[in-house]
Nanobody, 126 residues
Framework: QVQLVEFGGGSAQAGGSLRLSCTASGSTYSTNCMGWFRQAPGKEREGVATINRDGSTRYADSVKGRFTVSQDNAKNTLYLQMNSLKPEDTAVYYC????????????????????WGQGTQVTVSS
């Protein structure tokens, strides 16, 4: 089992920045891919970015060039640096992990991730 806890949500104005963190504990050796998802009110959960243990990353088109996913394997911590925020980035952001490596489109499918954090709210005002 892997436990995930997110930190760093909050409010920002459009054009601003926020950084999310996700600390993993438990059987972290069993996970080779971690990712960030988000869910806005009335919408389905959508993938934002994934990162494999080897550092390879994938991003949703909506966040490319604005968001950066990174990890500190020694600290079992995942990060999401969010710059140039837009009101449409407002959502609850979730950290997720899975055993197998992620491929090009894995971030699209939330169901492929076995472990989830509780979520953290990000609100961007115009």
């Amino acid at each position: 089992q892997v436990q995930l806890v997110e930190f760093g949500g909050g409010s920002a104005q459009a054009g601003g920045s926020l950084r999310l963190s996700c600390t993993a504990s438990g059987s972290t050796y069993s996970t080779n891919c971690m990712g960030w998802f988000r869910q806005a009110p009335g919408k389905e959960r959508e993938g934002v970015a994934t990162i494999n243990r080897d550092g390879s990353t994938r991003y949703a088109d909506s966040v490319k060039g604005r968001f950066t996913v990174s990890q500190d394997n020694a600290k079992n911590t995942l990060y999401l640096q969010m710059n140039s925020l837009k009101p449409e980035d407002t959502a609850v952001y979730y950290c997720a992990a899975r055993g197998p490596y992620c491929t090009v489109n894995t971030y699209v499918f939330a169901g492929l991730f076995a472990y989830w954090g509780q979520g953290t709210q990000v609100t961007v005002s115009s």
